[in-house]
């Protein structure tokens, strides 16, 4: 037996056993047969076979060398052997032999005339709506068909045979069986034969087939019965056999689909005229028609397709008829073949249903009415297929087809339709938010899995969609427009502000440990559920960045796909410091981005589209890089310097960014080689970049002019001379850039030059007055030309007049709604929401005057500080009408803007030019007295931002308590009379009760003397986090080596909370309770003193800034002050402190906005605190007026019966110490007495106090009126609609009234008129009853007498 080819065995192994087995002549397992040809005979006969007709190799023919790859010379179409192809033969009269067109018989067309056709309007009607169809009218006169067709279908159908009487050619057509016309002309029967005859048909009543429509009105009859008329005249001359003969000649002629299109055409027109005939004669049908046949295909065994059909269904209109000879095609599934037809109609929609949205290949929404052509692609879907467009679930579908361009064509449409969405342009059509519902449906996800396709296609439109996903339109703009503003480097992260709230002790903690650290929950957590909260987290948990750092580098996509990644790798960035260090720290990512994208030598680009970005300078890759500088000193330092790789530490690796730097610093934008627009966007970046590495004081040494400093590791110091001589660089810019300031088209083309001049000179003269070696007259001098040359002139131009008056209209806080937040906004994914720009007149618009402003006012306050003698003439500036106005604008009541991103990144430029007015203020006011009005204006917008700043400017905030908000200058009330008129108002006030206390005036010009002691107080306990107050202060004081990032904190909210002057009570508070051995006398009664003496000050002189703490939570930070121990409320002053603010709270314009049943900012629950409040009371009071005056306020009869349930059910034994006056009672007795009480469970506690004695009139006189009133009332009501409980409960009292062996309470209670304080009881009593209650207190009596006679 011989063995199979082993591997290894070569060629002249296969022929030596090729040899062996013919020679063994041993039979094949496998016999080899071939075809021959289509004819059945072998292609070349006379060829001998081989021997024993196997297939054998042989080599000796063979030649040397393999066959030359040329083209093989064109095949022409084989001759079956059977039929030769003729030499000489003209094909064109071939083709008009083989014709089987219609022309070949109707030899003479006719042009249709459409001049004279009719055109039929719509009937009108009187009434709305068509006539309803009943199934009655359906029944009558009408013979029973199959009752698989409904009656409606029925109806419709005789109304189309009633309409037209010869049905559409292409409906008839397409019903018709492909085999059947095609086996027609082979065979035809007897019977065929008799039916084809012309006396078997109509006898030639009028054509049939030719109509003349089409022609004139007069000559179409008149024609058709001509051609009517030479076709009979034809046939009677022919004989049967000639007849026949002719028709068998024609119908080889003719295409089979033609001769069954023009039977099936005589067949329906016998079958209208009988249905005509068979309603006019009931009864039967003509002979004819029963005698005709339809010709049957030549296989008998087929199914015909009409009775495959249900009885009477519409015919199926399909576009093309099928053949038999198509593959697939023997049987026809007529509902398989539903979707060749034409589309439905589309629907009008007349109602407000909703209908699911769908969109264009551009992303566009398309209205539910829009009808488009299909062509456009746009109707391939099941699902209302009329309706064009797809649907945002066809599209998740799409893009897990195994098609990749099907793939990446829905993620095209998604990224179109996500850049559309975020844009607003789908504004309210649309309900609920696309981006939520895509992120809901796992969209995330399913672009991560697409970047690990294998087709390049395919990750570039994912990589697209996620850019489309990440990265809001009009945000980079933004922040690239505004980077030259004062401080405009400074930026918000880009992260939700919902994290989990942290310890004060973690706001001590270093921003880097803060991102190394993580906790175990979080890393443990599922990236759907890390999505869910946070986009980029979830992201990054996905190992998203090494797929990148992949596609940079070994896939190397084209430019488009590079740009996309980039603009993911930024917002990433953009993030938080974590995600930025997770990015720098990312394997081979940073250096593939240097490398291929900041290469430093590079071919020449022209202007044409590259095809390719590697190793080509690119502007996105240094923004990159400035990016993720500026969320840290540390990430810079390790971007520009080249430290050596160590194994044992491989995260101190540098990138040596810093030669890459300077050949993109030195060389002008013009001379790299690469198109305009790119080399100076390329140059820009690199120019920010240095500037953020500045900011840290890093980079100084790419400034010196010697190879060997920008070379090396440790920075260089800058001497002052060599940055002197920019001053004459930059001052003749700005002076022209000054002088098209009253052309405001002109103006807003410079876009950021004037500030970034400004700022430049700020910049200059403070670090030219802090040289140490240099004469200080030498920069006295020029700060005073700089004023008298270009500043004082500028400040009398008109139109930076205009400037200040387009403050409010361009203010963030003043106009809220320009600070809405984006459409598309989601709390998982943060965008500044910048889509479509911003109008000009707004803070981020061309025509804003913010950063102009705020940098002209940083240059006044770094020359009024270097020269003192400038303040008066700078202060100028402060008297602007516009800038007036707009002060009062901001202190206004209004509703502040809704913290979102976008705002608070706007609110925090506002706020630097208000903080940088303010300051020029203190500084003016300490050199020349300053109005009362403007004093006040300013103090007060010194309190409204002390509130309003953000996280991030805790040097603002620190500055404006050690400066303004305590200063006496500011506080002109206080040396105007304002104590006086204190005084007289509250004597002139009404409705307050009597004195608890001094005057206010005194107090409030104690605390004016008394500021210096309330500044530190406050600066105590508001003082802010140190490491962010440490950091803020770096920033704004230049303190280079001290700067950590450029990131802000996330802002979350204001810095300090609104009720920040009760700060110290609130402290007070907290330490008592976590202290039980108490706090030291002293420092609790100074904290305390000073506390509710700037609060006084605040309630008296500036109410607005309390306007934010509703009254409410004012009582209940008063009532912590006696919480904190038994003996601070003792102390006088605080007596007399806490008692002008309880008359403040009780005036009558602030006490109808006591609310006590509303949530209060920073409490839980007032019951709550209120029943601490008595349990303290009833502890330590020892009868105390004022202790007992507040704990009576919220007793008051609008407020919850909760609180006075818990006094009369758990702290009854209080009542003893409530011992009050009357007449000191600060509101008045009737809000306590009216309306009548209705809650039976404190009307019985009511009663029980009374009549047990534990509620005296002599102790508690005011709680005594009180109850006396409500159970009089109670009694004494005959209201019809009480329940039967109530009514009991009442009969009761009542008669334990009238037994009571207590005679002055039971004439209280029988004989209770009106409440009055004036009088020792505090209420009038009537000498008798009123006769209605007298009738119905002797009903009663009478009652109970008798009850009482039938017992004994």
Sequence with gaps: MLSRPKPGESEVDLLRF?????????APAVQLVKKGSRSGGDANPDRPPLQDHRDVVMLDNLPDLPPALVPAPPKRARPSPGHPLPEHEDPEERLNRHDKHITAVLTKIIERDTSSVAVNLPVPSGVAFPPVFHRSQGRQGKPATSGKKSIFAQE??????????????????????????????????PREQGSQLPWNSYSFQGPHLVTGKGLKSQEAEQEAQTIHEENVARLQAMAPEEILQEQQRLLAQLDPSLVAFLRSHSRTCEQAEEKATGEQRPGGRSAEVIGEEPIMPTSSSEPRQEDELEPGAPALALPVTPQKEWLHMDTVELEKLHWTQDLPPLRRQQTQERMQARFSLQGELLAPSVDLPTHLGLHHHGEEAERAGYSLQELFHLTRSQVS???????????????????????????????RLLLDAGFLFLLRFSLDDRVDGVIAAAVRALRALLVAPGDEELLDSTFSWYHGALVFPLMPSQEDKEGEDEDEEPLAEKAKRKSPEEGNRPPSDVARHDVIKGLLATNLLPRLRYLLEVTCPGPSAVLDILAVLIRLARHSLESATRVLECPRLIETVIQEFLPTSWSPMGVRPTLSLHRVPCAPA????????????????????LIPRLSAQPQLSGFDLRSRLCRFIAEAPQDLALPPEEAETLSTEAFRLWAVAASYGQGGDLYSDSAEASLSSTPSSITWTQVSGLQPLVEPCLRQTLKLLPRPEMWSALGPVPTACLLFLDAYYQAWSQQPGLCPGDWLQDTERLSEELLLPLLSQPALGRLWHS??????????????????????????????????LSLAGSASPFPFLTALLSLFNTLGWIHKGLCGQLAAVLGAPGLQNYFLQCVAPVSAPHLTPFSAWALRHEYHLQHLALALA?????????????????????????????????????ELLLSCVFRLEFLPEGAAGGPEAADFSDRLSLGSGGDLGCERGTLLAQACQDLPSIRSCYLTHCSLARASLLASQALHRGELQQVPALLLPVAKGPLLPTDWPFLPLIQLYHRASDSPSGLPPADTVGTAMRALQWVLVLESWRPQALRAVPPAARLARLMCVFLVDSELFRETPIQHLVAALLARLCQPEVLPNLNLDCPLPGLTSFPDLYANFLEHFEAVSFGDHLFGALVLLPLQRRFSVTLRLALFGEHVGALRALGLPLTQLPVSLESYTAPPEDNLALLQLYFRALVTGALQSRWCPVLYAVAVAHVNSFIFCQDPKSSDEVKAARRSMLQKTWLLADKGLRQHLLHYKLPN?????????YPQLPPLRQQYLQKLISGVLQNGVSET
């Design 18 to 26: 090729q040899s062996q087995f013919l020679a063994a002549g041993a």
């Design 156 to 189: 419709i159908a005789a109304r189309r045979a009633s309409e037209a009487k010869v049905p559409p050619v292409g409906a008839v057509a397409s019903t018709l069986d492909p085999p059947e016309g095609a086996a027609t002309y082979e065979a035809i029967t």
């Design 405 to 435: 361009q099907q793939r990446a064509l829905a993620l095209h449409v998604l990224a179109q339709v996500i850049g559309r969405a975020q844009a607003g342009e789908f504004g309210d059509r649309l309900v609920g938010s696309v981006l």
């Design 622 to 641: 240094m923004k990159l890089l400035r990016v993720l500088a500026s969320a840290g000193r540390n990430i810079a330092a390790r971007l520009l310097i």
């Design 807 to 840: 403050l409010g209209c361009c203010s963030p806080h003043c106009n809220p709604q320009s600070c809405a937040p984006a459409p598309e906004a989601l709390p998982s994914l943060v965008s500044l929401g910048c889509a479509g720009g911003h109008p000009p």
């Design 922 to 958: 203190q500084r003016v006011a300490t050199i020349q007295p300053v109005s009362a009005t403007s004093a006040a204006l300013y103090h007060s917008m010194a309190l409204a931002l002390l509130s309003r700043l953000l996280p991030g400017s805790e040097h603002l905030a620190h």
């Design 1317 to 1325: 304080s004036a009088l020792p009881e505090g209420f009038e009593l």
